[in-house]
Nanobody, 122 residues
Framework: QLQASGGGLVQAGGSLRLSCAASGGTFSSYVMGWFRQAPGKERDFVAT????????SYADSVKGRFTISRDNAKNTVYLQMNSLKPDDTGVYVC?????????????????WGQGTLVTVSS
């Protein structure tokens, strides 16, 4: 089970930190990812992190602004979002993939949490 939190309303240029707490499995066995869905749009990849945190990948639109990290002792993955833009608005969802390799494709993730809404005002 994945439980995301930390969303909210923030002004452009501000920051938010999302958390996703996992339960019911061996957290360190899963690649973790963050995806987002803006109103009326498809779900897009945001970031992914390897099982022990040694490797990360980001969507071009968030590189240099967002940082994904994880704490396997706390069964939690984080998404630090800085310099937020109105285009970052959407529902952010965390996902888990029980394989070694990272993926930017949502179809490669087996488990999904509920989303947390991020709204960036201009």
């Amino acid at each position: 089970q994945l439980q995301a939190s930390g969303g909210g309303l923030v002004q452009a240029g501000g920051s938010l930190r999302l958390s996703c707490a996992a339960s019911g499995g061996t957290f360190s066995s899963y690649v973790m990812g963050w995806f987002r869905q803006a109103p009326g749009k498809e779900r897009d990849f945001v970031a992914t992190i390897s099982r022990i945190g040694g490797g990360t990948s980001y969507a071009d639109s968030v590189k240099g602004r967002f940082t994904i990290s994880r704490d396997n002792a706390k069964n939690t993955v984080y998404l630090q979002m800085n310099s937020l833009k109105p285009d970052d608005t959407g529902v952010y969802v965390c996902a888990a993939r029980p394989f070694i390799s990272r993926s930017t494709n949502s179809n490669d993730y087996n488990y999904w949490g509920q989303g947390t809404l991020v709204t960036v005002s201009s």
